[in-house]
């Protein structure tokens, strides 16, 4: 099983730009898909967008599409969600996730999480 630390939330322009990181320890990061997903004041949680284990696919949510990217480094066993113009409703606990196969994009395919990181976007 991963264990799973994010950071890098804060306070951010509408506009603006920042990069989430997520710190896994475990033997099975470098084998296992990552998910990003936010959670939003009294809405659903839903998912941002996935990596493969090997960085070579990635689904990215409709909402965020060619505004976000995701990355890993297996050797650091990081994965990063970096978020450019950001707008008032990205606003929201973001969360990074585990899936124990090496490609997942459906949010019932994560099984370990992280314990959030709050982000904010001011307009």
């Known amino acids: 099983q991963v264990q799973l630390v994010a950071s890098g939330g804060g306070l951010v322009q509408a506009g603006g730009s920042l990069r989430l990181s997520c710190a896994a320890s475990?033997?099975?990061?470098?084998?296992?898909?990552m998910g990003w997903f936010r959670q939003a004041p009294g809405k659903e949680r839903e998912i941002v967008g996935s990596?493969?284990?090997?960085?070579?696919?990635?689904y990215y949510a409709a909402s965020v599409k060619g505004r976000f990217t995701i990355s890993r480094d297996n050797r650091k066993m990081t994965v990063y969600l970096q978020m450019n113009s950001q707008k008032t409703e990205d606003t929201a606990v973001y969360y990074c996730?585990?899936?124990?196969?090496?490609?997942?994009?459906?949010?019932?395919?994560?099984?370990?999480w992280g314990q959030g990181t709050q982000v904010t976007v001011s307009s």
């Open positions: 990596i493969s284990w090997s960085g070579a696919l990635t």
């Open positions: 475990g033997r099975t990061f470098s084998s296992s898909a």
């Open positions: 996730a585990a899936s124990v196969s090496g490609w997942a994009a459906s949010p019932n395919s994560f099984s370990s």
